[in-house]
């Protein structure tokens, strides 16, 4: 079987697989390593993006694909560049090259948002991750589902720890990986819900117009967690592309 990697993203685990995990189990043999830090795995020093590529390259199969969400889709795109041998396939969902608005990007979030959720955190790391959670299943037709799911999910692994939060949550705000994409020789795939509201659209497109070898599927009816409300079609599209 070809190995196959899923990588969750920020505040998340890799729980949230567990439907997507169980479906790809059947062709191919899927690790789902938690971040660094999280869930009593080591931590990274410094906790930067690099760090967190070589983290998970570490533990990996030595030729394998890649599934990366959100945080865990940046992380992949940083690990094709880095060790682009050691990748067969990319495949990216929710994911922006950029989360946080620029002068010359503004197809992101405003840095505002940021700064309220590192603040949030100082005060309950809780309140602030069950926010995003809502945040996350904003707009899906299926939202109270996605949310039970995610909820779910983080129920059964434990607690992160504010710092380890806080760190990833940084990674997110300062990585741009714009100039990177025309040197990512991957076959890549992108799928992106059409109602997210912490990644708009306009991102996937451009990920998918800026990699030299990738294709576009846009889900309709879904936002930021499109492998929980439309499982079927993102599985299927994931076998499609790795096949």
Known sequence: MKALVLLHGWAMNPAVFST????????????????????????????????????????????????????????????????????????????????????????????????????????????TIKRFITLQAKGDSKARHVSRTLRGALDSAGVISTQVLRESLDVLRTTDLRSDLASIPHDALVMHGECDTLVPTAAAEYLAENLPRAEFALLRGAAHAPFVSCADEVAQLTEAFLS
């Open 20 to 127: 997507l995990s169980e479906r790809l189990s059947q062709r191919f043999e899927v690790h789902t390593p938690p971040m660094p830090g999280y869930f009593g795995s080591a931590k990274c020093e410094p906790y930067t993006l690099e760090r967190l590529v070589e983290a998970i390259a570490a533990t990996s199969p030595k030729r394998c694909s890649v599934v990366g969400w959100s945080l865990g889709g940046q992380v992949a795109l940083a690990w094709a560049q880095a060790r682009p041998q050691q990748l067969d396939r990319v495949a990216l969902i929710a994911t922006t090259p950029c989360f946080v608005e620029r002068n010359d990007w503004r197809a992101a979030l405003a840095a505002q948002v940021f700064d309220t959720f590192a603040a949030d955190l100082n005060v309950s790391g809780a309140a």
